[in-house]
């Protein structure tokens, strides 16, 4: 059973950081990619970030320059650093693990920017 906690969100000033933490259970977490995607009230989740296991990142462009996405394979963790932060980054953010053509989720971290 794949199991996804997110944690590290909150409130904060535009302008601020947050750190987004994601810890997955199981030994799989060394073999697959990891991504963060992000729901702003009333729209579509949307992909913001992506690490392979061999730390490979790439980004959505509205993020590029401000987004950092890390893994620690020792901790069955991912990070999402997330810097200058603006009001239009307000949602839930989830960290997503595919495998086998399945999507796995964690059940999300609120980040609200205030302006």
């Known amino acids: 059973q794949v199991q996804l906690v997110e944690s590290g969100g909150g409130l904060v000033q535009a302008g601020g950081s947050l750190t987004l933490s994601c810890a997955a259970s199981?030994?799989?977490?060394?073999?697959?990619?990891m991504g963060w995607y992000r729901q702003a009230p009333g729209k579509q989740r949307e992909f913001i970030a992506r690490?392979?296991?061999?730390?490979?990142?790439n980004y959505v462009d509205s993020v590029k320059g401000r987004f950092t996405v890390s893994r620690d394979n020792a901790k069955n963790t991912v990070y999402l650093q997330m810097d200058n932060l603006k009001p239009e980054d307000t949602a839930v953010y989830y960290c997503?693990?595919?495998?086998?053509?399945?999507?796995?989720w964690g059940a999300g971290t609120q980040v609200t920017v205030s302006s």
């Open positions: 690490i392979t296991s061999g730390g490979f990142t």
């Open positions: 997503n693990m595919p495998i086998g053509g399945v999507d796995y």
């Open positions: 199981g030994t799989i977490f060394l073999m697959n990619p």
